[in-house]
């Protein structure tokens, strides 16, 4: 009996026109790892498929029954968004500033589930932080009555309209403490929130649609995340999938959790982004928001002598820019590192010396340096925004950039990373 779908479990698993004799003839597509085939007939050592792209006929020993995890680090312009697919979840990181994580999302990735008019669930959505260019795609996806949500996750710090000007920001009032400054609002809930200040336009508008899908029932909370939270852990294909919070930190003044105030507000919010660090297996991820100087060095003063940052992959903090420690990127050390940014040339990320430092703070004899700015290509004036694809099965790791090509044959710029810690 044929089983009714399986798995790609090698990368760049290939795919042939038909079959001869046992053999194969003509390659007309390679997939990627982790990918979904359906499987429709058998002839000797292959199976008959139907995948993305050309469907054809594949080796069974290049399929099987487990997926691993996928993430996908899309091309949103100047922020941040990822997907993340591991067993039966997904996950949101951020969104970026604009709709191209809901165009993908509703466009390609889930149109098997939108064209049969079922919904798609998103597990748990993580804000790093509340700035536009990380959360404000979120909205369009909150707003579809196609999606429902689990758990909104957040660090706990929104931004404050100043009187007459909607577009401004404000992180509320500070105090001081032994000479340091602190912040006074911290949110945990962000469907109790009873304030009595404007929030700015773009907080508003995500938090009417926050309190729009828990409405309608399509949300079921929020919660705010600090250091030393685990926010999910669970056995997925008999290996152990664990996402950790590394920060930020609060410090308890007069009974109450502060947030450090650093220098401005842009430098206060980044800071306190929410660090992910994620574990399939063998394998380590890391998720640092906008991460910035003060607050890097201020992370691994909580840590101490302990490094829990070093990791497989990385994605860059803060886009790219310049505001960063070697010192952190040293113990990070990762094998492969992800920039996510885009054209906004007042902000010129990624800068030259975060690029340089990213391969010279890396491990590995040929350490990997992604953009997804330049993994987005144009096409006859159209905009073909860019990802980059990362599967894993618990131990190998492959990341993978679609080529300016539309050869299905040898379209993939793929790299196996050395092996785990």
């Not at 597509?29 to 982790?34: A, F, M």
């Not at 982004?273 to 909580?302: A, C, H, P, W």
């Amino acid at each position: 009996m044929l089983p009714p779908f399986l798995y790609a479990t090698a990368n760049e698993a290939p795919v042939y026109k038909s079959i001869v004799n046992n053999r194969a003839k003509k390659l007309i597509n390679k997939i990627q790892s982790g990918t979904y085939v359906i499987i429709t007939a058998e002839d000797g050592d292959f199976y008959k498929v139907i995948t993305a792209g050309p469907n054809g006929w594949m080796r069974k020993t290049d399929l099987g029954d487990t997926m691993g995890i996928k993430i996908f680090y899309l091309d949103v312009g100047q922020g941040d968004g990822v997907l993340i697919e591991a067993g039966n979840l997904r996950i949101l990181v951020d969104s970026g500033p604009s709709v191209n994580m809901h165009s993908y999302l509703t466009k390609w990735q889930y149109t098997y589930l939108l064209n049969k008019g079922q919904p798609v669930h998103i597990d748990c959505v993580f804000v790093s932080h509340f700035d536009a260019d990380h959360y404000k795609g979120l909205i369009a996806i909150l707003n579809d009555k196609r999606f429902t949500f689990g758990t909104i996750y957040h660090a706990g710090i929104l931004k404050f309209a100043e009187k007459n000007n909607p577009y401004n920001t404000g992180l509320g009032n500070t105090i001081q403490h032994n000479g340091v400054t602190y912040l006074t609002k911290i949110f945990d809930n962000l469907l109790q929130t009873n304030e009595a200040a404007f929030f700015n336009r773009d907080i508003t508008n995500f938090m009417d649609a926050v309190k729009k899908a828990a409405a309608e029932n399509r949300l079921g909370k929020t919660k705010r995340l600090a250091a030393s939270d685990t926010a999910l852990s669970k056995t997925i294909e008999n290996k152990k999938f664990k996402i950790e919070i590394l920060g930020p930190f609060t410090e308890k003044i007069s009974g109450r959790h502060r947030f450090i105030y650093w220098h401005d507000e842009g430098k206060t919010i980044n800071g306190h982004s929410l660090v992910l660090k994620i574990t399939f297996g063998e394998r380590t991820f890391l998720l640092g928001g906008d991460l910035n100087t003060d607050s890097e060095l201020y992370l691994m003063q909580q840590y101490k002598d302990a490094n829990p940052f070093m990791v497989d992959v990385a994605k860059s903090c803060h886009h790219g820019s310049s505001d960063f420690t070697e010192a952190f990127m040293q113990q990070v050390n990762p094998f492969a590192t992800v920039i996510s940014s885009g054209d906004n040339e007042s902000f010129s990320h990624p800068r030259a010396d975060a690029v340089g430092c990213a391969g010279k703070y890396a491990r590995g004899s040929r350490p990997l340096v992604y953009s997804t700015e330049l993994a987005r290509s144009v096409s006859k004036s159209k905009i073909l925004f860019g990802m980059i694809n990362l599967r894993c099965n618990g131990k190998d790791i492959y990341m993978n950039q679609m080529k300016e090509t539309n050869r299905p044959s040898d379209m993939w710029d793929a790299y196996t990373l050395p092996g785990a810690v």
